[in-house]
């Protein structure tokens, strides 16, 4: 009874937020848990959504951390306004969305300091998340991916908190898909949410103490064929959007500029790209880099690779060979598509300073797979 209850609570909102319908697929319930799955198994149902108007979503990842050298008020303040002027649906929190203080020397499960959550009831979903993020930011749903920092201690913890407690943290699994209809046309956009954690870490040779190698041995995600089985599950979902207008996938590591090449550093993360262009995917969002960057799509790829990794941890490096990087400033990516569905419009906005407004670093333009020349 309780899970109709909640299943029947979590629709309703997602009613009021998104405008018109969710559609259960038929004879299931894509808000009840799937019993005796791991949340390395993929959600089993296609997430169906629907919107009147064009897309408004903005994009973000490595936010929830305090200390000497942060950013997150400033972002979140960022966002905000953008949030509330454009009427954005909806939020793609591209993970790592809870650190430890910046320059912390207590362990990583320090009960008061430590790397992502301890547990659902955790202070720093409050603290962190819910106190920082206000206006529209705090209605609409948050479609998330872990990050390694969530992984560092409990990231089942992140997904139970989806089922337990707070639906707009969406993440029913470490994989899911949403098929995502808008506008007067019914165009199509799919997003498929990836894990990338066990394409990016080496199980074998991981050193650090955290756990992360722990989860990727309890969620059998240190096994080779098992990742690639998540591959061919992202390439089974890729044959299934062959229909739509916008194929999006979104994970936490970065693929952009250099990223994309094989090396140890990456592990087996140089698999994706060519999955990407044999299936015609617009673009792939990620973070973990600490800066705002983006690989535009050329004549040998239709990919544009997108990264938003500033959204208030300390700053760093991103991956080099890029199109076009904001260097060393926090901020976000606001993404908007046009009503006919035909055209992608983008925004880096910078929120490096507390006393400006926020200000649009970059902007640029996509087509979508049926009207690209
Ligand atoms: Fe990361």
Redesign the pocket.
């Known amino acids: 009874m309780r899970i109709v209850l909640f299943a029947i609570l979590v629709q309703a909102c997602l009613l009021v937020v998104c405008d018109t319908d969710y559609t259960s697929i038929k004879g299931s319930n894509y808000f009840e848990r799937p019993k005796d799955t791991s949340i390395a198994d993929p959600y089993p149902f296609i997430i169906k959504e629907k919107y009147s108007k064009g897309l408004n979503f903005l994009a973000f990842g490595?936010w929830g951390q305090r200390g000497n050298a942060t950013g997150q008020p400033q972002v979140a303040q960022g966002m905000k306004i953008w949030a509330d002027k454009y009427k954005v649906d909806f939020l793609l929190n591209l993970?790592?969305s809870f650190y430890q203080d910046s320059g912390s020397t207590v362990p990583f499960n320090d009960t008061k300091d430590h790397e992502g959550v301890l547990s659902i009831n955790d202070p720093k979903w409050k603290t962190y998340w819910l106190d920082e993020y206000g206006g529209n930011l705090r209605k609409i749903p948050w479609y998330s991916v872990a990050?390694?920092?969530d992984w560092y201690t409990n990231v089942t913890a992140e997904v139970d908190y989806f089922w337990d407690v707070d639906w707009r943290f969406f993440l029913p699994s470490l994989y899911y898909v949403r098929r995502v209809y808008f506008g007067p046309k019914n165009t199509c956009a799919v997003f498929i949410h990836i894990d990338t954690d066990p394409y990016y870490y080496n199980y074998t040779s991981y050193n650090s103490t955290n756990n992360l190698k722990k989860t990727l041995l309890q969620l059998k995600l240190n096994e080779v064929s098992e990742i690639k089985s998540r591959l061919k599950w992202i390439e089974d979902q890729l044959i299934k959007a062959q229909d739509a207008d916008w194929i999006f996938v979104v994970g936490?590591h970065p693929l952009e500029g250099f990223c994309q090449l094989q090396s140890p550093n990456y592990y087996l993360m140089y698999l994706l790209p060519p999955v990407f262009k044999k299936y015609g995917v617009s673009a792939y969002f990620n973070?973990?880099s600490h800066e705002l960057s983006y690989s535009a799509a050329n004549s040998t790829s239709p990919v544009t690779y997108f990264c938003s990794g500033a959204g208030g941890a300390t700053l760093g490096e991103g991956c080099g060979g890029v199109t076009w990087t904001a260097g060393t400033t926090f901020g976000f990516l606001y993404v908007n598509i046009s009503d006919d569905g035909k055209d992608l419009y983008f925004e880096y906005v910078n929120c490096n300073q507390t006393n400006t407004p926020p200000k649009v670093l970059k902007s640029g333009n996509l087509k979508s797979r049926k009207y690209k020349s």
Do not use: P
């Open positions: 490595d993970g790592d990050g390694n920092h936490h973070g973990h």
